[in-house]
């Protein structure tokens, strides 16, 4: 779906980028780190968000703070819009220049700058791979949790700017409880630290945790100061298959009743594992025919006989749901196995059909209710969905399938179906976004969640930081 500038963008203030500030932009980011050509504007068009395409008019590449504060001092003059972007794993089409204008793509910005082991944090830029930072400060004995699916292509930065999460968020918090400081650059081209480089900090508004979350509305992140924890030397994983998916469900809260605190607990519908095994061709899992879904659990610290006790006293209250038998990965193979299974199952859905995730999220003993009303709803609207997610955070992963649906069904109807999911996910006590934002798609149910005086708030907010709203325009609001 190409829309290069659709009748929703047309009625803007924002200006093209002419030759002549495109020569200043080249002036000051270099000629090899600005682009006009049809793969790279292609390239930072799209991310991972249904099969949206919106096409910029230029890429930019900076390499530092100074030629950020430049070109969004620039911009901000011209009122060229501008689109900050990382990996493009983004699930909401935050990244995606929905007024054309500039893409700033942060790849450059790709140094850790230091690691301080004394007081475990760690300094670094928005363009590092999380993986990359995961496995060096893993070399120190450091461990920075947040893991979404995404990790091994995915940017810091963007990890920020929409709150990621993952699997070990569950234990140990979202990225918002590991951000200490930022570097920014404000869209008139002033510079800021936005906090301390302290575990305790009483001092003034908390800009820090604004920035966190903000979808790059708000500045350009340029450096990031990330508190960090020892990395635990054992962990335990089990597989527990369920003959009903409300069962599964329903599991989750009870573990946590038990006194258990996994460092993941991930939910798998059927129809999700079956597709990630074929996607995959090498994972070997037996999946019997009953088996309707699995919770992936488990656990980790560093004293093996507690780790044992717990997984103890989890299969005690898998004993009374409609379980089948535990596997217990006692290898390391069969836990890169399993790990692959699930972080490949958004990959599979991908290569099975056009859809539209919807990042749900409840308290997590509502989890079998909000199972339940999104296959009722589906039936109603005549859609089918795929399941998996953060089961120990209730955030579940709701991928509606296009399949066979005609363009009028899956553009007229299937929205109000999603509507519905989410005034459902309100009754139930969860909000719009666990991990992904609201980006670009999720923008038309705030309303849902949000009234007049909330929504004038967070646009007030934005005006302050950018009163020429040319920064990530079109998301959210």
Known sequence: MIDTMSAEHKNTTFQPITPSIAAEMRRLVGEEHFFTTDAVLHDCGHDETEDLLFLPEAVVQPGNTAEVSALMALCTQERIPVTVRGGGSGLAGGALPVYGGLVMHMKRFDRI???????????????????????????????????????GWSFIGGNVGTNAGGPKAVKYGVVKDHVLNLEVVLPTGEVVWTGANTLKNSTGYNLTQLMVGSEGTLGVVTQIVLKLQPHPTHNLLLLAPF??????????AAIFQAGVTPSALEFMERNAIDWVLRYLGDVAIPVADAVQAHLLIEVDGFHPD????????????????????????????????????????????????????????????????????????GAQYGFESVCYGHAGDGNLHVNILRGDLTEQHWLAEVPKGIREIFELVKSLGGTLSGEHGVGYVQKPYMDVFFGETEMRLMRGIKAVFDPAGILNPGKVF
């Not at 003959?243 to 989750?252: E, K, T």
């Not at 006790?309 to 390391?332: N, R, T, Y």
């Open 306 to 377: 507690s780790l044992y006790a717990d997984c103890a006293k989890i299969q005690e209250v898998l004993d009374h749901f409609d379980c089948g038998e535990v596997l217990f990965a006692d290898d390391e193979a069969t836990k890169v196995d399993l790990w692959r299974m699930r972080r490949n199952v958004a990959h599979a859905v991908k290569n099975n059909s056009v859809y539209k995730e919807e990042d749900t999220v409840v308290p997590r003993a509502e989890l079998p209710r909000l199972l339940q009303g999104v296959k009722a709803i």
């Open 113 to 151: 700058l230091d690691i301080d082991e004394r007081n475990a944090q760690v300094r670094v830029e928005p363009g590092v791979v999380t993986e990359v930072l995961q496995q060096a400060v893993r070399e120190k004995g450091l461990f920075y949790p947040p893991d979404p699916s995404s990790r």
């Open 243 to 252: 003959f009903s998916a409300d069962s599964a469900c329903a599991a989750v």
